[in-house]
């Protein structure tokens, strides 16, 4: 219930939204521990459109999907025991970075030259735009000597 409030998919859906997305992590198995890269996007895109297909009255909403999933591993990563508890530092470099309109601003200025898509917004965000994102996310870490899912951190202090 903490990692995904109320603004964390604000306006993405019809009342029961929040709720239906707590519901599905809550049941989301973290034992992925012993995954490549590829293994854990083919965990991460399957989940994704698990999720989506629960989605009352947004069925469409894959952006939202993906956002309430890495933000939900985010929180896990970040959470000391269950950090512990499920191995979750070996897919530091596989986590993707939560986007949202602040995350995508801070990718423009720090990235220009990713030829990045227009955005939109969470719903109309689509697998192939967010892989290009998080693409760009990877190389802004990687100039910064650090990886993708810390520059959430990092943009969210930026004024």
Same mark, same amino acid.
């Given at each position: 219930n903490?990692?995904?409030?109320?603004?964390?998919?604000?306006?993405?859906?019809?009342?029961?939204?929040?709720?239906?997305?707590?519901?599905?992590?809550?049941e989301?198995?973290?034992?992925?521990?012993?995954?490549? %890269? /590829?293994?854990?996007?083919?965990? @991460? $895109?399957?989940?994704?459109?698990?999720?989506?297909? +629960?989605?009352?009255?947004?069925? !469409?909403?894959?952006?939202?999907?993906?956002?309430?999933?890495?933000v939900?591993?985010?929180?896990?990563?970040?959470?000391?025991?269950?950090?512990?508890?499920?191995?979750?530092?070996?897919? %530091? /470099?596989?986590?993707?970075?939560? @986007? $949202?309109?602040?995350v995508?601003?801070?990718?423009? +200025?720090?990235?220009?030259?990713? !030829?990045?898509?227009?955005?939109?917004?969470?719903?109309?965000?689509t697998l192939?735009?967010?892989?290009?994102?998080?693409?760009?996310?990877?190389e802004?870490?990687?100039?910064?000597?650090?990886?993708?899912?810390?520059?959430d951190l990092?943009?969210?202090?930026?004024?």
């Amino acid at each position: 219930n903490i990692s995904i409030g109320a603004s964390t998919l604000r306006g993405q859906g019809p009342p029961g939204f929040v709720r239906t997305a707590r519901e599905f992590l809550i049941e989301l198995n973290l034992r992925i521990d012993n995954i490549n %890269e /590829e293994q854990f996007k083919n965990w @991460l $895109d399957e989940n994704t459109e698990k999720l989506m297909e +629960k989605f009352p009255g947004a069925k !469409n909403n894959w952006g939202a999907a993906r956002k309430a999933i890495n933000v939900f591993l985010e929180e896990a990563f970040y959470n000391r025991f269950l950090a512990e508890e499920y191995n979750l530092h070996k897919l %530091e /470099e596989f986590l993707e970075i939560p @986007l $949202d309109n602040h995350v995508v601003t801070e990718l423009i +200025k720090h990235g220009n030259r990713c !030829n990045l898509p227009k955005w939109n917004s969470i719903k109309k965000l689509t697998l192939a735009d967010n892989e290009i994102y998080q693409n760009c996310a990877r190389e802004v870490a990687n100039e910064k000597r650090t990886k993708r899912i810390y520059l959430d951190l990092e943009f969210w202090r930026s004024p």
